[in-house]
């Protein structure tokens, strides 16, 4: 099961910033948060990932709680090519296998010019 | 090259037809992934390769045979599929299956099974 709850959908203006917010309050020490999107029928695309600092890439930055159980990603000035499901994901590690994203049900962002 | 490239982009197959799905990659990856994606629903994993060993089989129905032939490809047989079975299904590669492990996906190949 997913480890991560969202919002389904958002709406945000054109050139506006877009702050997608991610519950993940079964964490574990050494998981990493990872946010993908997918735009209509596309393959999901990686956007960024984080453990305990807040990281910034040329896509957007990511911004986790100190206790970790929340994160936020945000886009700095969304456009309409941003319109798409913006997955957060917490890596699931089964006991002696492989580890593997588990996706939510995402939150289906909508850029309004 | 940091492309997940897969082939066909459609199928339309017969419950009784036999077909393949192809991914390939040339990365460098040794962790290769089967998603099933159904209209309006997040990817859910089918499989895991790790250096070309079957890691992960999520329950999958045996009418879905993955085979991994080498490091760069990803096969999917389908056999015998119900119309139930329509859906996108989506490859992904990584460095590996622990630590930090960016995904990247292919484009998929949307199926149905009439």
């Known amino acids: 099961d997913a480890k991560t709850t969202q919002p389904p959908s958002m709406d945000c203006a054109e050139g506006r910033a877009a702050n997608l917010p991610c519950n993940h309050s079964?964490?574990?020490?050494?998981?990493?948060v990872y946010w993908y999107r997918q735009i209509h029928s596309q393959g999901p695309q990686y956007i960024i990932h984080g453990l305990k600092n807040n990281e910034t890439n040329e896509m957007a930055s990511l911004i986790i709680t100190e206790d970790r159980k929340s994160s936020t990603l945000i886009l700095p000035h969304a456009t309409l090519r941003d319109t798409a499901v913006y997955y957060c994901i917490v890596r699931v590690s089964p006991q002696g296998g492989s580890e593997k994203l588990v996706f939510g049900k995402g939150t289906k962002l909508t850029v309004n010019p | 090259d940091t492309e997940v490239t897969q082939t066909p982009k459609h199928l339309v197959m017969g419950m009784t037809n036999k077909k393949s799905l192809k991914c390939e990659q040339h990365m460098g990856h040794r962790a290769m992934y089967w998603y099933k994606q159904k209209a309006k629903k997040p990817p859910e994993l089918m499989f895991v390769y790790s250096y070309e060993k079957l890691s992960i089989n999520e329950s999958v129905p045996s009418r879905f045979s993955p085979e991994c032939p080498n490091s760069s490809l990803l096969n999917l047989h389908l056999h015998a599929l119900q119309p139930e079975d329509s859906a996108l299904y989506l490859c992904?590669?990584?460095?590996?299956?622990?630590?930090?492990?960016?995904?990247?996906f292919g484009p998929g190949t949307r199926l149905t099974v009439l």
């Open positions: 079964t964490i574990s020490g050494n998981e990493y």
């Open positions: 992904a590669s990584g460095r590996g299956t622990s630590g930090y492990n960016e995904q990247f």
